[in-house]
Every structure is written in structure tokens, then in C-alpha cells.
């Protein structure tokens, strides 16, 4: 069982993906990093690999663009689950340096941006070198490079480094969701704590169209977790929206749901269905649930046969 | 096939039964006047009478409430067709009565409504007497207990009458609509000009109910011709709503629709889909056809098979 | 001070008039009454009563067709105050009559409504005389033109008649709801516990107005306690909306609903915010209060001078 | 009169800067470059500049978030106007590379984004290095410290560059909008075909507060153009959202829907009302234009005069 993720080693995508594949059981899971998230998606539109594990949201940084926009606009694939990590900076260092020998830190941007207090306050003045990742930023700083970089503390090791100062972001309680995706195939069942994520483009021109989309799913008391315009490319003002609702699929309401955002939207990707990684059941809101839809359905089947 | 009617003979409802049963061709139809609303919808209810044929809506004073009463609360009957006709009352007396001479007037209590301003203009200060029908004051005029009776001008003969006053209503384009009621059993065929009509009982002490109902209409895209609540005797304050909706409980919209406020209703009473007397065709908003709902039904399957 | 009210002496109205006078501490009030509520209105309109007591909402029957009517298409006039009283009807018979010598009872047509099972099993066959009102039925029984009344019980002693059987009517909680109406002119203050009453006409087919009028006050959290459809009279589908809602004009929010619901209909009529009768405080809801709308006025205030 | 805009020379955001300066006719306009968004901001917050330009939303990337976020989240600050340019990228490099010596790729991460798909297919695994502006990299290719650059072929000259290849963006009518960024003061006045922008910050935990914005604004006619969330950083799932609406705030409709959305909202801050650059007119529907609410205004007052 393969699991491409968005590399390189070291990455908190990695420990994402170890955590996921541990929750399975899967012993033979076998880690795989990939350059970006576009080739850790596409390994498994492939068949390259078996899942691929990539960060969709932050609560620093918002949604992932690149991996909603792939999802969105690639070749078909289901989210299968999904996990959420602390986002967690150490500045590494090789062994023996001190905070008065750092001149230069590397990293990717975002982890500027969440350790950005921190830099000022502690290393004013250093030069920044932003990198394509806090792991290449460390593989740098062991080659001699860079003194020192912004990356997981659990990196440290694999480059040889140690962690000059643990704890440098600014806000203690980032956290970043990533998803397990897989090729198009069979749903994870229902549990009664599921999240439905899909993509809704929106026919031309039509305005309120939001405030439609919207309706579908409060109508049939579906709360939405997330909601995000995202242009299609195709100029400015064109957008498709990424939507997490609550429930499943399968549930009656999710479905019916599904179904009139169908009609209202010029194309609706389906995304996955797949438990909720924090745990929270999903509130049935009176009138929603799948056996008053089952009785309702029969009632409607009764009275089209005359028979109130 | 005997039609039960509101009664005696000579009333609007009487003409309405007659077209009604001759739009069908029914050359053996038997016309059965009944004392009351309640006694012709009973017939219909006994297997007494194959049809009822009764009064329910007014462009002067409204619904008609014991229509609309009897209908929501008592036993299951389905509305099959409708018929409208201008409504065009007359002053009804004994030969030889002038203005002068009346001191009672009777009717109906809608046929006082919608003479009100030719009364206390030209009657003003008579007692007025309110009867099960037109046609009743028609008769008690007749037998010298009442002096005059507004009626059709068409149940003076009937009742050795003569028009004292022709066109005593206060608007020229009144119209009364009226429905012709059948046993359960199979509906009519939709035809594309249909109307729904239905009673929704509210769960109690639901704020925000009539906006809930709306919506699972609006959402599908269907108008609404008619809604009016009305009391269901248990206090001030405890409403049904009676509606008319365009379209036919096997429009697919329509039918969701109904089952969408079966789910948020503590009660929901179909009274029947049928053609529509005005011609007027469906407004079908793009993305409620039949066709876009059937597509979107193939698209969930194939999703939750989990091939998007 | 007169009160014009819905008579003759012993209606049910009467009742009201006493109450609502006597809750003003009015000890010159004078109880005058009408023959018809349109008669009561139009005393307050020229000037020859203070003001009108009529009924408008009755738990069995529904809104007062008759008042409604009067007051959204005949001249301005403004509800000051309501109350509500529980319809009780007795049987009422000259001394001496026992039930096997009742051969015709009287009543008002709604009477009839609201006894009918106890008529039909405890005079079953009897003949019903419909009348335009209980206390002109309870008079001609004092004439002996008739064997008995349905009335109030406090209607007999001023007819000279005794109670034959108490509390007749089907229903034990049945209750009217009465308003009092006074001229133009300034309104009674807020209490928090008010209701206002108003009366919206629709443009012309305009699709979706209900949704936009109701739509109006959700968005300012104000709740609707009667809403009811009337026709103008302007044929089959032209309506007015009857509207109940909690809260008093002087409050910011149906201040804003108001001119929100002018702005989408042809015309809306205003008739009256006044303390309601059943004691329920109006419930704020967050981000509706008075202080919120004045703080949100002020800042927009400083908005518009560019100071944010 | 100081523009500081997102630099170095040679970015798009210059060529903006130009235009917005040349619109207004300022021949006094000096144009400072700036190291980042936020310091652009900055500048016109301390007063070292007395106009920012930066861009705020690309057809390829959606919102740029830097500017979103600082606006939000930073002091005070107003549009005052906007512009928009295509962006097209060119290749840079030194003279006499070929694409086979290519071995690094620099520019900011939104060119990437716009240049994904040509990369993928002519400079498959290079490295890519994000950089705080695609004229950085241009600087850092002239310096050595880089193989390429993403830039505007405009930028070439300016750093001894030459376009290795031409239009290297994947779509041919990418957009980015640029907005020009005041101190606090009065607004620009409204044209008739303005945009206001503005971010509301949801009060904890409040499902549904998406659809209660958007109705705010759909209840008076309001289209919105843009609508984003964004995370507030205080964790998964707390956002706020960044609105564009048609309209100014002087406008009546908009000031109301902006006291309505604060009224609902924990904080809103106002961005600014400014002439729309792309000349759409606001359409503004029946019933929200200044003179029916000022109407409804004078009539509300007389009814709270009680002069209905």
C-alpha cells in the first residue's frame, strides 16, 4: 500500500500520512514523497500509488489552494479520510550553533508568516531565504547552507540537526487538516460523524447563485463546515465554490442536497465522503432524518396512487 | 354518476356542476342538491353521490371557508377538476314589490359582501337575514317570509320571482372558482396546467413555520396561487395553511416539494392535482423539469456507488 | 367618550366594550351600538363615536372577514388596544320552557358553527333560524317568535329569558380576540409586549411577494403572529396580506420592516401598534434591539465621513 | 503624492501604480516601490506615502490574501479606487541560457499558479523558489542566485534580462485587479457604478451566519461580486468573510445592508466605496433606490405621528 505525499521527508504532510495509515493498520504502508501536491494526486490517478495524503486547510492560511484546485479541476478521486496535526515550529540548527551565530533562515513562506513575531523579536535584522519547504530548508542547513531553518522539531534528527529553540511560532494553536485520497471506487460507509466535501461551478452569469446553492442545504438543515470561492481561470469574477457540509452521502438529506445543487450548478464535482476527524457528530435537525425521509417517500408513493 | 351539490336548485354552484359534468360528457350526470357544503362533500365521502361539487374560492371574499374546513378535516376526498364562473347578483322580489316595500333582505353571508355598498346605498338600515343559500332566500321569499333575496338573476322563474334590481354586486368582474370532488382513488393524468392543492398543520409553537413551508417550495422553483391560514379551532394563534400550488404531485418538483413539507409539518393533507380552469401553463424554472430531476437521480446512484 | 360597538345590547362584542373601557378607567364611557362593524368604523371615521369596539380574530372561525376588509380599504383609522374573551354560548328560553318544547332555535351563523354537536345531539331536528346575531335571536325569543337562543349567558336577563342549558358550544377554549379603534392621531406608547397591525398590497404579478414581505421581517428577527391573504376584489388571485406581527412601530426594527415592506408592495396600509392583550413580551433577538440599531446608525455615520 | 506599491520595478503592480496615478492626473506622482503588501499598507498608514497600490484579486488565483488579510486585520485604511491589467508571463533569463540549463525557477507563488501546466510540461522538476515578488527573482537571476524568473517581459530590460520564452502563462485572459489604497478621510462620491468592499468577522459558533449576511444584502437588492472566507488564525474553521458588493456606501440600500451585516456580525470593517473600474453600472432593482427609500422614510415618520 503506497502513500504519496507531499514531500520531501519531514514534512508535517509525512507525519500526517504516518498517522493515517497507522489508524488503518495498514503495517505494509510504505511512504512516498512527492514534489508537490499536483504529483502526490496524480501518483494516484495513476495507479502510482495506492493514496495520497495532502494538506487541504490551515487556520492560518486557509484552505490549500493548489489541492483544492487540483481536486476540483483533475481527474476523478474520492477523499477517504482525514486527520488534523498541530502545526508546530523549531528553529534547527546544527549542533553547536547559538541563536548569535544564526545570520541566515530558510524555510517555506508560510513559515514565515506563522513565525514571523518570533523572528523579529529573537533574530532581528537575519536574512530570510524562502525555500520550496521547511524540510529542504533543514537538508540545507545540514550541507553547511544555511545556519539554521524553520521546520517541525521532528525533522531534526533526519538531517543531523538539533533544536536550537522549540515553540518559535507565534500563535500556539495552529493546526492544519490534511485528507487521504484514493482512486474512484466504493464509500466509506456512514457514521454518523461525516463530512461530504464537492465543487459547485456555477452556470453563467447568474446571479443569487450563491444564495441558491446556500438554500439547497439549509432547507434540508445540512450545516456547512467550510465554504470558499475559488476562480475557474476563466476571468475575473468567475468563480466554483469548495463546500465541506456535514453528513454523508448516503444519508437521505445529503443526497437530495447533492442532487439540487446538481440542477442549480453548471457542473458539481463530488469530492468524498469520509469520517470527521474531530470527532463531532453531525446535528439532525427535526424533519432531516433518513427514516422521516423514508416515511415521507412512502406517503408521496401513496398519494400519487390516489390513496391519501 | 350522480353530482352533489351546494343546493337548493338555482344556485352558482348548480351551474358550476352543470358545466362541470358536461366538460366530461357525462350525458347521464344527475344533479343532487345538498343543504349544505359539509352534506355534499359527505355525499361523496357515503358513496350517496359519485361527486360533489362546492364553492372554493371567491375574488371577493376569499376562500371559502367550509370548503376549505371540511376538506382539510374530514374524510380523505381528492379534488379531480375545477370551473370558474362570473358571479352577477340580482334584487329578488314578489311581482308588485318596490324598493320601498323591503324591509328584509337575504342571502348568503358572501352574497351580503359582495353587495354591501349597493345596500347601504339603496337599502339602508334593512334587516339583513343570512341563509345557507342564495337560493333558500330565493324560496323564503317565495313563501312571503322574507321581502327580498339577492340571487342570480337565473332563480327568478324557479321561484316565481321577479328581478326588482338587476347587477346589485359591487364589482362587475367578480368570479367565483369551484372544484368538483371525487372519492380516492387514481388522480388525473398531468396535462402541463395543473394545480396542487394541499393543508399543512403546523408542528406546535414553531416560529418561523410559514417561511420553512415557502421554502420547500421556492426552492424547487414552484409558485403558489393560493395560501391562507386558517384556524384549527384549538386557540388563538393555532393555524393550518391552506395552499395552491402550480404543477402535479407527479411533477417530480412537486412531489419533493410535498415531501419536504410532510417532514417539517406536524400534518400534511393532499386534496388533490388536477387541470388547471384558467389555461395558464406551468412556469417551469430551469433545473425543476422532470427530465433535470431524473438526470440528477442517475448522477447521485452513480456517486454513491462511488463512480463520479 | 362613546364606544361604538358590533351590536345589538348582549353581543359578545358589548362584552369587549365594557372591558376595554373599563381597563381605561373610562367612567363616562358610553356604549353605543351599530348594526354592522362597517357601522361601528364608519362612527369613528365621522366623528360620531371616540371610538369603535369590533371583533377581528375568533379561534373557530378565523380573522373577522367583514373587519379586515373595513379596515385596510376604508379610511385611516388606528387600533389603540384588543383584548380577548372566551365565547361561552347557553341555550336561552322564556321561564318555564323545557328542552322537548324547543321546536326553532336562533342564532347568528357562527353560533351554529360553534354548537353543532351538541345541537345535533341534544335537538336533533330542530329548526335552525339563522339571524343576524345572537342577541336579535335572543330577542325575538323574549317576543315568542322564537323557542330559543344561542347566546352568551349574560345576554338573558336583559331579554327577561333563563339559561335552559349552559355552555352549549363544542369547543371549551373558543375565544375572540376584539380590537379597539380610535381616529388618526398619536399612538399609544411601547410597552415591549406590543403587537401592530398592518395591511400589504401586493404589485401587480409580482411572483415570490409573499417570500420577499415575510422575508423583510425574519431579517429583523420580528415574529408574525397572523398572516392571512384577503382578496382586493380585483378578481381570482389579486390579494392583500392581513399582518400580525410582535413589536410597535417605534421600535427601530419594525420601523426598518415597514419601509422595507412599502418599498416591495403597491401600497401598505398601517393600522396600529397597540399593547397586546395576552401579556407575552416581544423576544429581541440579538442584533435587533433598539441600542444595536442606534450603534449601527452611528457608525455608519462615521462610515460615510471616511471615519471607520 | 507618494505611491507605494508592491515592488520592486518592473512588477505588474508598478504598471498599475502608473495607471492609477495617470487616471488621476497627477503628474506630481512619485512612485515608491515597497518590499511587500504589507508594507505598502504600512507606508500610507504612517503617512511615508500618501497612496498605497497592491493587488487584491487575480482571474487565475482568486484573492490575494496578503492584501485581504492586512486590510482586514490591520489599521485603518480605504480604497479609492481600482484598475485592472492582463497578466502575461514571460521566462527570464541571462542571455545566452537555454531551457536545458534551467536548473531553478523563481518568482512570487501566484506566478507559479499561473504558469503550472507549461512548467510541468517544459521544465519538469526543476526547483521552484517562492520569492516575495517575480521581480525579486528577475533582481536574483541578473545576480546569478537563480536560473529564471517568472516576470512580465516588461521587467527583462530593467534587470539585463532577455525572454527566453514568451507568454508562459496557461491562460491567455488572466486578470489581476489592482486597488489604490488611501489614509482614512472622505470617500471618492458615488458614480452610479461603484464598489464597496468590506469584512465581516462572524460571532462565535453562529451557524448560519453565512445565509444571514447574504440575506442582508439580497433583501435590498445587493449583488455581491466577490465573496471569500478567510481564516481569522484563531483555528480550523473560524473565518471571516471578505465582500465585494455592488454599490456605495452612501447609497441607501448599502448603507442599510452594512448596518444590518454589523448588526449581525461581531466586527465589520469598512474597506471602501469606489468607482468599479470594469464601467458595469449597478443595476438597482425595483423598490431599493434612494428616492423609494427616502419615501418610505417620510412616510414611516408620518406614521409615527400617527398620520398614516
Not at 505494509?28 to 495520497?52: F, H, I, N, Q, Y
Not at 446538481?262 to 435537525?285: H, I, K, M, N
Request: glycine share 10%; net charge negative.
Amino acid at each position: 500500500m503506497r502513500y504519496a505525499y507531499l514531500g520531501p521527508e519531514g514534512t508535517f504532510t509525512e507525519a500526517a500520512a504516518a498517522v493515517l495509515a497507522t489508524s488503518r493498520a495498514r503495517a505494509d504502508a510504505e511512504l512516498v514523497p512527492c514534489a508537490s501536491v499536483g504529483a502526490a494526486l496524480t501518483a494516484v490517478r495513476t495507479g502510482a500509488a495506492e493514496r495520497a495524503v495532502v494538506p487541504i486547510e490551515s487556520s492560518v492560511e486557509g484552505i490549500v489552494t493548489a489541492t483544492v484546485d487540483d481536486l476540483a479541476g483533475g481527474g476523478d478521486v474520492l477523499i477517504w479520510a482525514e486527520t488534523r496535526l498541530p502545526i508546530e515550529f523549531g528553529l534547527l540548527a546544527r549542533e553547536g550553533t547559538t541563536l548569535a551565530d544564526v545570520k541566515t533562515v530558510g524555510g517555506h513562506p508560510q513559515a514565515e508568516g506563522q513565525c514571523r513575531r518570533w523572528l523579529a523579536t529573537n533574530l532581528p535584522g537575519r536574512e530570510w531565504v524562502p525555500l520550496s519547504s521547511n524540510a529542504e530548508a533543514a537538508r540545507r542547513v545540514g550541507e553547511g547552507d544555511l545556519d539554521a531553518a524553520l521546520a517541525s522539531a521532528a525533522a531534526a534528527p533526519r538531517y543531523g540537526l538539533t533544536v536550537l529553540a522549540p515553540d518559535v511560532h507565534d500563535r500556539s494553536n495552529a493546526m492544519t487538516r490534511f485528507v487521504e485520497v484514493a482512486p474512484p471506487g466504493s464509500l466509506p460507509p456512514p457514521t454518523g460523524a461525516d463530512r461530504t466535501s464537492l465543487a459547485a461551478f456555477l452556470a453563467d452569469d447568474h446571479a443569487g447563485a450563491l444564495m441558491e446553492i446556500l438554500t439547497e442545504f439549509a432547507v434540508r438543515g445540512i450545516n456547512l463546515s467550510t465554504i470558499q470561492s475559488r476562480p475557474t481561470g476563466d476571468g475575473l469574477g468567475s468563480y466554483f465554490f469548495f463546500i465541506d457540509c456535514e453528513g454523508h452521502i448516503d444519508d437521505a438529506r445529503v443526497g437530495e442536497a447533492m442532487m439540487g445543487v446538481r440542477r442549480v450548478c453548471a457542473e458539481v464535482r463530488f469530492l468524498g465522503s469520509y469520517p470527521r476527524c474531530d470527532g463531532g457528530r453531525t446535528q439532525v435537525r427535526r424533519g432531516t432524518s433518513d427514516a422521516e425521509f423514508a416515511e415521507a417517500a412512502a406517503w408521496l408513493a401513496r398519494l400519487r396512487y390516489g390513496r391519501p
